[in-house]
């Protein structure tokens, strides 16, 4: 079946500009996840989802972050007023939730970059 | 807060030849995966392991959640198997996220 399906794969965007990532878990998942991968670093974790509510927002960076998803489907990662900073790949998971018992697969990424 | 800790962080080797790669984590924890993220920024699972011995074709995983680390074996090395490998773990008491390690980086040469 497909996996986590993330878009667009690539985005360059001017510093100041807002953008917007796209998350589609596998089908069945309710849990979904954020994370963040800088260059040459491993990944941060950003935020989790169980359905549609966001139990652990611990890890956005400042406030120009927001997370919204739609039931157990689609989620967006908004970065306002970009900055060169977070200029990143960022990764979205899924998996079928059960307090951790089950394995978290990853999508491909959006690699982000501000000029 | 909680320590992953891999080693070594880089290892070449030339194709054919075997490796271990070592997670050691600081807290307990409720569940560990290794994934191998190839050279065009991929995230593979290859191990979903809390504990015991896993194999997979060439690759093995042993996890001793009791002595807080967790050993990837790759056999007969493949220049394919380039690339990062990370341990992840999920705490105990916060179930919510996986916590990366800072990756061993795998170079097979021909």
């Known amino acids: 079946g497909a996996g986590v399906s993330q878009s667009p794969s690539n985005k360059v965007t001017e510093k100041g500009k807002d953008v917007e990532l796209r998350c589609d878990p596998i089908?069945?998942?309710?849990?979904l996840y954020w994370y963040r991968q800088r260059l040459g670093q491993g990944l941060e974790f950003l935020i989790y989802f169980q359905g549609n509510s966001a139990p652990d927002k611990s890890g956005l960076p400042s406030d120009r972050f927001s997370a919204e998803r739609t039931g157990e489907s689609v989620s967006t990662l908004t970065i306002q007023r970009t900055q060169q900073e977070d200029s990143a790949v960022y990764l979205c998971?899924?998996?079928?939730?059960?307090?951790?018992?089950?394995?978290?697969?990853f999508g491909d990424g959006t690699r982000l970059s501000i000029l | 807060g909680i320590q992953v800790e891999q080693s070594p962080p880089d290892l070449i080797l030339q194709e054919g030849a075997n490796s271990t790669l070592r997670c050691n984590f600081s807290d307990s924890v409720n569940n560990l995966q290794w994934f191998h993220q190839n050279p065009w920024g991929q995230l593979i699972n290859l191990f979903y392991i809390p504990s015991g011995t896993k194999q997979n074709g060439r690759l093995s995983a042993t996890t001793v959640a009791t002595e807080r680390y967790s050993l990837l074996y790759i056999s007969s090395s493949q220049t394919t198997d380039s690339g990062v490998y990370f341990c992840?773990?999920?705490?105990?008491?916060?179930?919510?996220?996986?916590?990366f390690g800072t990756g061993t980086r795998l170079q097979v040469f021909p």
């Open positions: 992840a773990v999920l705490l105990s008491y916060n179930t919510d996220k996986l916590i």
């Open positions: 089908s069945g998942h309710t849990a």
């Open positions: 998971a899924s998996s079928l939730f059960d307090r951790g018992s089950q394995p978290q697969h």
